[in-house]
């Protein structure tokens, strides 16, 4: 376990609109705002066609193939998630959020693309002095975040 220590800063109230997708505007508010790390809640709607990565296709393969996972129909989501900055500076937010619908949900993370059904609200909270930095890692292909 890697591990480092930040302090509260601002808390935000977003409320996301019919069509934005999540991670770009998150991380477009979040540059707007110089939000340099975050903790995030989200409860809302994701509409059809949105996209998820639901796991890799195998758990120990050499090489890691992300399955994706489109929806059909309207979903109720709930998600949480981190912001931190890459190498380059860039926010980068790591959301997972599960999608139902009558009786079936899916879980995953949101970078393929979730789009915003009416309304997605989220509670974003500053974290300060913070040296976390994604990287990225060649053994993953993944930018991890990395406690400094």
Known sequence: MK???????RVFILRLEDGDVVHETIERFAHEH???????????GADEGSRFVVGPETGRGKDVNPLEHVLTGVHEVAGTG???PNEKGEMIIHMHMAAGRRDQTVTGCIRK?????????????????????????????FELMQPR
């Open 82 to 84: 981190t912001l931190f």
């Open 113 to 141: 693309g979730v789009k915003v059904w009416h309304v997605l609200e989220v509670i974003l909270f500053e974290l300060l002095d913070s040296t976390a930095v994604r990287r990225f890692e060649p053994a993953t292909g």
């Open 34 to 44: 110089g939000i340099h790390a975050a903790a995030l809640i989200a409860v809302g």
């Open 3 to 9: 591990y480092s220590e930040a302090k509260h800063g």
